[in-house]
């Protein structure tokens, strides 16, 4: 087990009816912005129950933080909370509005040029503003983590951040928020909370017993609850599990002391900049086929995972491997996300663009191994066709 | 799922040499009270190392704290604290000397007499001060969690406590640390570390997907490490996983939103209050027992502790049950532990006495479904002879 550091301060408060905790959490003096994706929760009366919760604070509310949040239009959040004097930020939707507050956060008290924020990784955060989240969308694990991903729209640079200042300070979770979204949101969350883990998890052998037993468990509830939480939306077992599982994912535990991946990440980030994928649909084309290319490097895990997440105990190694990375990709399709470039109409010509833009961000050395060059990252590519 | 709250802002630094980080996690103008079991830290060289990675600060050590801590041993720590005005605490060992810590950290600024604290299960607790940990030994999970027991050896009461105010702030935790612990402490480590699993585990179903897959996948860990932490104690994986596995089976984690036995555990704490047996090896006695004189309220989960961590497939319900509960046992007796209460030479005038002292305590109606009464605690016990 490699060394480590964990720390995630984060209350969570989980629940049916937990919006009612909201009040306690939040200092009764308190200068509140609400900051809201689309009109869900205003239409669903999410929004409605939050104002109500937060009974006679001032409250403001900024609408309109998009999918793969921008930085133009989260700066407009930043000046209304320097203008209005506000002093404590409440995200309520999903991963995406809960990454562009944890940015609005720290680009309030931030000196200078708030770009610089992500620039430097967020390693130039010294301080950040207190927030909470109301969790609508469980798929990022954003509610429970210090990082989060901003778009410049100017120049489609996809660019993550982290910082000890933007843990959520708390985050609400009422899994009967899930019941009105879209089937298309519900099937991303599953894709991503899922490769979260494997970014985690299908790696090389470091003796991390209880990280690998605690994201195979999670892998294998994933596999189990995917389809359910499609088929019965209203089933509170099924979407409570899928929204503590997609927090478990990437709350820091299952990859404190263990080899991480992410460059199914990385390739993703650019096929969401260049071609607007959803992000979760962009795990799912490159996830099989960074495996297959990988398979030499991760022989261990993928052995591990075959037999642990997939109970494929027939045939030679190699077969085994195959029968896993096919039984990945199934699931995906499973819950109705397509894995092949193809799929989206994509063709070669994505391929060239998207390692030009690997190239120009200067991800040349991804993986745990460091050894996804862009020529790697081409094969992963042509894999995906 | 059952609601619930979660929350846990301990840092945990964890790996070979993180001994050295302690100096960045202590304020400069601390002035800090070193707390002390036995005389293992000083003669193993923990507590020079401690010392000097505090450099300047300024130091006192209070010794002594002893296994089952008591109240009379604390309040001289509390008086030590007060008369030096010092103003943190560093535990360096075990469970008992950081239960100690937390105790004397509620303490030191407590209105009254602090047996109050206890009386109250530590609702009382209004603020303390701020403390770290270096865990020398693994089996409580103190060092990340904001419970504790405490003795009062006059009555031989064993009263826990829990505050949000207790939480460490930081754990250092060094496997190696551990490589020279007697054999019967790290026996002791891996049972403790058990039955906390299994009284957040063993109770019935209740949709809790996650949890219940890392509370098998620790059990599935200690199972396949137990045996070998004692045969080869400077195995660096095997102690790490020991002491982040005993870590993380009383941290919160895996009791979040199901139900909670805890039965073993008190009428555990009778049996070392009155013949001071080790903790860890009154729950070997109490537990196979209780499971047996359970097994109906207890089937569903039995049946799949029986599955999922056991492997047994083979005969029906009753003798999978029956199975999984000699497996049990026999994992105690293989790192060394008794598990019938003559084998500590005790017989039924024991049954009496300890069934006197939980009626006495109030103890009647245990477990998760309140219905271990005293003859059901008497039976549990008889079947433990």
């Given at each position: ?83 209005e ?59 429970m ?12 640079d ?28 519900i ?55 899928l929204m ?8 820091g ?52 995972y ?14 085994r ?7 990945t ?57």
């Amino acid at each position: 087990m490699n060394s480590f550091s964990f720390y995630n301060p984060t209350r969570i408060i989980f629940g049916q009816d937990s919006l009612s905790q909201l009040d306690s959490q939040i200092p009764q003096s308190a200068r509140v912005l609400i900051l809201l994706g689309g009109n869900s929760a205003r239409h669903n009366g999410t929004l409605d129950e939050v104002t109500a919760a937060l009974g006679e604070r001032t409250v403001f509310e900024f609408n309109g933080i998009e999918p793969n949040p921008s930085y133009e239009t989260l700066m407009e959040a930043v000046a209304l909370v320097r203008r209005e004097k506000l002093d404590f930020l409440l995200a309520v939707g999903g991963g995406s509005v809960i990454d562009g507050t944890k940015f609005v956060a720290a680009a309030v008290p931030f000196d200078g040029e708030p770009w610089g924020i992500l620039e430097s990784g967020g390693q130039r955060i010294e301080r950040a503003l207190p927030f909470g989240t109301v969790l609508t969308l469980p798929a990022t694990g954003s509610e429970m983590n210090n990082g989060g991903v901003v778009t410049r729209k100017a120049t489609q640079d996809k660019l993550p951040f982290r910082s000890q200042h933007v843990f959520p300070q708390f985050s609400v979770m009422d899994p009967t928020k899930t019941y009105t979204l879209p089937p298309r949101q519900i099937a991303n969350g599953v894709v991503d909370a899922f490769v979260h883990i494997t970014e985690q998890y299908l790696t090389y052998p470091a003796g991390g017993m209880a990280q690998d037993r605690f994201a195979e468990g999670l892998l294998q509830t994933l596999v189990e609850i995917g389809p359910r939480a499609l088929e019965t939306p209203q089933d509170y077992e099924t979407r409570a599990n899928l929204m503590w599982v997609a927090t478990l994912a990437l709350n820091g535990l299952i990859g404190a002391g263990v080899p991480q991946d992410w460059a199914t990440h990385m390739i993703g980030h650019e096929l969401t900049a260049l071609y607007d994928i959803d992000h979760a649909r962009t795990l799912a084309i490159v996830l099989p086929s960074l495996l297959q290319v990988q398979r030499e490097d991760k022989r261990g895990k993928l052995l591990q995972y075959a037999e642990r997440v997939w109970h494929i105990t027939e045939g030679d190694d190699d077969a085994r491997i195959d029968q896993a990375i096919a039984h990945t990709r199934a699931f995906f399709e499973s819950v109705g996300i397509a894995t092949r470039l193809g799929d989206y109409d994509l063709g070669p010509e994505a391929v060239d663009a998207v390692v030009a833009q690997l190239d120009k961000h200067g991800l040349t050395a991804l993986g745990e191994h460091k050894n996804i060059n862009l020529d790697v990252s081409r094969s992963i590519l042509n894999a995906a066709l």
